[in-house]
C-alpha cells in the first residue's frame, strides 16, 4: 500500500491559502476517482482508498494543523503497516516560483514546518515529497502572513493548472513510481 498526505490547514478559513495547497491538489484526484474522505479520528486524519491497477493507495489530509502533521503521518504509517519509502507528502513551497512543482526523494525540510514535523515524528528524511510552488512574497509580510494568504488575481489563472498537474503528479507517483515521476513533472510550469 502506498499513502499520499496533502498538507494543509483544517477548517474552511484556511482551504483557499498557498499553504493548502497540498490538501487541494489531493482533494481533486479524490474527486476523479469518485471517492470520499471519512474521518478517522484514531489517525487524526480524513482518509480514502483508491486502487490504481492493483496498488492500494491511501489519500490523507491530516486534521492537525500544518505545524503538527508529523502526528497524523506517523499514526498512518504505523496504523496501516506503511514505509517511509512508500509516502508522498504533497506540500506547498516558497522556493518555487508559483505554478512550478517538483519531486524531490529525501532530504531537509528547506524550513516548511509541516516537513518538519514530519521528519521530526518519523525520525527520517527518507520520504517522497511534491512541492508546489508559491513563490516569495514580494512586500514586507512575514512568511506565516504570505503562507496563509490568498492567491493574486494572476495567480488564479494559473491555480486550477496547477492543481490538476499536482493531481495527476501524484497518480503517477502511485503508478509508477518516483523515478518516473520525477522524470515527468519536474521543471514543469502550470
Not at 159 to 183: P, Q, T, V, Y
Request: proline content about 2%.
Amino acid at each position: 500500500m502506498k499513502l499520499i498526505v496533502g498538507l494543509g490547514n483544517p477548517g474552511l478559513i484556511y482551504e483557499n491559502t498557498r499553504h493548502n495547497l497540498g490538501s487541494r491538489s489531493l482533494k481533486i484526484l479524490a474527486k476523479e476517482y469518485k471517492v470520499k474522505f471519512k474521518s478517522e479520528r484514531s489517525l487524526k486524519s480524513r482518509i480514502a482508498t483508491v486502487d490504481f491497477d492493483n496498488t492500494k493507495c491511501l489519500f490523507a489530509l491530516p486534521g492537525t494543523f500544518m505545524n503538527l502533521s508529523g502526528e497524523a503521518v506517523k499514526l498512518l504509517l504505523r496504523h496501516k503497516k506503511i514505509s517511509p519509502e512508500d509516502l508522498l507528502v504533497v506540500h506547498d513551497d516558497m522556493d518555487l516560483d508559483f505554478g512550478e512543482m517538483r519531486f524531490k526523494k529525501r532530504g531537509s525540510s528547506g524550513g516548511h514546518k509541516g516537513v518538519t514535523s514530519i521528519i521530526k515524528a518519523l525520525e527520517t528524511q527518507d520520504f517522497n515529497r511534491l512541492k508546489l510552488g508559491v513563490g516569495k512574497s514580494c512586500s514586507k509580510e512575514g512568511t506565516r502572513e504570505y503562507v496563509l494568504s490568498g492567491f493574486s488575481r494572476r495567480e488564479v489563472k494559473v491555480l486550477d493548472s496547477l492543481l490538476d498537474k499536482a493531481a495527476g503528479a501524484c497518480e503517477a507517483w502511485a503508478r509508477f513510481g518516483i523515478d518516473k515521476a520525477m522524470n515527468e513533472f519536474n521543471q514543469k510550469k502550470a
